[in-house]
Antibody, heavy 120, light 110 residues
Framework: QLQLQESGPGLLKPSETLSLRCTVS??????????WGWIRQPPGKGLEWIGS???????YYNPSLESRVTISVDASNNQFSLRVNSVTAADTSVYYC????????????WGQGALVTVSS | QSVLTQPPSASGTPGQRVTISCSGG????????INWYQQVPGKAPKLLIY???QRPTGVPDRFSGSKSGSSASLAISGLQSEDEADYYC???????????FGGGTKLTVL
């Protein structure tokens, strides 16, 4: 059974860089059938897609976040990562990594989520 | 403001049938497949419906999806207490070049 697990610091100060890693187990990140994505959810609010990456490194991002976001992949370790620069309190969210279908478009496997709080 | 519009809340009693709507435009729902996700408080979202009306393995057939034009609906029949959760619609938005989600509907089982 494929599983995803987010990891990274849970508390940041404004202007710092958010870095999260998603480790995929029970299956390979190198697959033609899937992308790998990041979605976030501010406390008590809805879901927002951040961006997605293919195992080759090809990426696409939410235009509203693109200037601050970088997603990368480490296929040898079956991981992909998220970086968000210059964070503010508005970036406080639970961050989820998820598997995204490439042919059938959906997010069908999700990590448990990682809460990142931005506070001075 | 979410691109896809959902009612903030819905409710029903055990055994009832409830529907949750999701409305968008020609660049999103009207142009691509819609997915529905169920999120129990404190947990990650779970894929409930994909390609407008398809259920992943393991999702009970009490859950069904439909779409007409720029609107979609999720129907839950034989409502159970375990169905109490937040429900989100989502689709690819061609003009925005990205995934968009509805604001979510909180379903209460009375």
């Amino acid at each position: 059974q494929l599983q995803l697990q987010e990891s990274g610091p849970g508390l940041l100060k404004p202007s710092e860089t958010l870095s999260l890693r998603c480790t995929v187990s029970g299956g390979s990140i190198i697959t033609d059938s899937y992308y790998w994505g990041w979605i976030r959810q501010p406390p008590g609010k809805g879901l927002e897609w951040i961006g997605s990456i293919y195992h080759s490194g090809s990426t696409y991002y939410n235009p509203s976040l693109e200037s601050r976001v970088t997603i990368s992949v480490d296929a040898s370790n079956n991981q992909f990562s998220l970086r968000v620069n210059s964070v503010t309190a508005a970036d406080t969210s639970v961050y989820y990594c998820a598997r995204q279908g490439r042919i059938i478009t959906y997010f069908d496997r999700w990590g448990q989520g990682a809460l990142v709080t931005v506070s001075s | 403001q979410s691109v896809l519009t959902q009612p903030p809340s819905a409710s029903g009693t055990p055994g009832q049938r409830v529907t949750i709507s999701c409305s968008g435009g020609t660049s999103d729902i009207g142009d691509d497949d819609i997915n529905w996700y169920q999120q129990v408080p404190g947990k990650a979202p779970k894929l409930l419906i994909y390609n407008d009306n398809q259920r992943p393995t393991g999702v009970p057939d009490r859950f069904s999806g439909s779409k007409s034009g720029s609107s979609a609906s999720l129907a839950i029949s034989g409502l159970q207490s375990e169905d109490e959760a937040d429900y989100y619609c989502a689709t690819w938005h061609n003009n925005r070049d990205g995934w968009v989600f509805g604001g979510g509907t909180k379903l209460t089982v009375l």
